[in-house]
């Protein structure tokens, strides 16, 4: 109930609050976001593995996010698009997460049968 609550007021804050990043941020804030979004995505499947632990998902949130952002400076100032190399992992985290989620979702609802039957 509270992860509803803070959600629902970063959401109204974020809609009344504009804030504006320069355009050479972007990347950074892409692949940040990025990063973020697989460490929720991951702590989701941890809970539903009931396997999930408060300071493996914080140091994951804040740690990935941060590697992501150093890598897409590291990345400008060599000239060399490294922060390519974090959308592919995160990316493919993160819809891995995503399959692991939906399909325990569709047992939960299914009654716990899937169709794993060889064609």
Do not use: C, H, W
């Not at 991951?42 to 994951?60: M, W």
């Not at 941060?66 to 993160?94: E, H, Q």
Request: proline content about 3%; glycine content about 12%.
């Amino acid at each position: 109930m509270i992860a509803i609550f803070g959600l629902i007021i970063g959401l109204v804050l974020g809609l009344i609050i504009p804030i504006n990043f320069s355009p050479e941020y972007s990347s950074y804030i892409a692949i940040a976001i990025l990063a973020s979004l697989d460490s929720i995505f991951g702590g989701v499947t941890a809970i539903l593995k009931k396997n999930f632990n408060n300071l493996i998902f914080i140091t994951g949130f804040f740690g990935n996010a941060i590697i992501a952002a150093g890598l897409a400076y590291l990345g400008d100032k060599l000239g060399i698009p490294i922060y390519i190399a974090a959308v592919v992992t995160f990316g493919g985290r993160l819809l891995q997460n995503f399959a692991i989620i939906r399909r325990n979702l569709i047992d939960k609802v299914s009654g716990g049968y899937t169709n794993t039957q060889k064609q």
